[in-house]
């Protein structure tokens, strides 16, 4: 299974993006399907997660800003980000669990300039 992202870039504080990562070479769904963030000299953290359910769960920092949204049947998961602070650049990457099996895609670099 490789996860494949695109849609990261420059933009400026208070513009938007739309991140979208796809898994290729699955035959099955995935119970859990999000994005996590690591900014220069800091640890990967948690952005945003969709569970099979529907269910969502977000980072403080990013709440009312940031939507994860997924697409079983297409094994693909996005991350629409508005507003964007420079706080949120970093090299963002997807996460797709099903039972035991984690898979990570090789991220994609967001810079908000101020």
């Known amino acids: 299974v490789q996860l494949v992202e695109s849609g990261g870039g420059l933009v400026q504080a208070g513009g938007s993006l739309r991140l979208s990562c796809s898994a290729s070479g699955s035959i099955f769904s995935f119970d859990v399907m999000g994005w996590y963030r690591q900014a220069p000299g800091k640890q990967r953290e948690l952005v945003a997660l969709i569970h099979s359910s529907g269910s969502t769960n977000y980072a403080d920092s990013v709440k009312g800003r940031f939507t994860v949204s997924g697409d079983n049947a297409k094994n693909t998961v996005y991350l629409q980000m508005n507003s964007l602070e420079p706080e949120d650049t970093a090299v963002y990457y997807c996460?797709?669990?099903?039972?035991?099996?984690?898979?990570w895609g090789k991220g994609t670099l967001v810079t908000v300039s101020s």
């Open positions: 996460n797709f669990v099903r039972g035991t099996l984690n898979y």
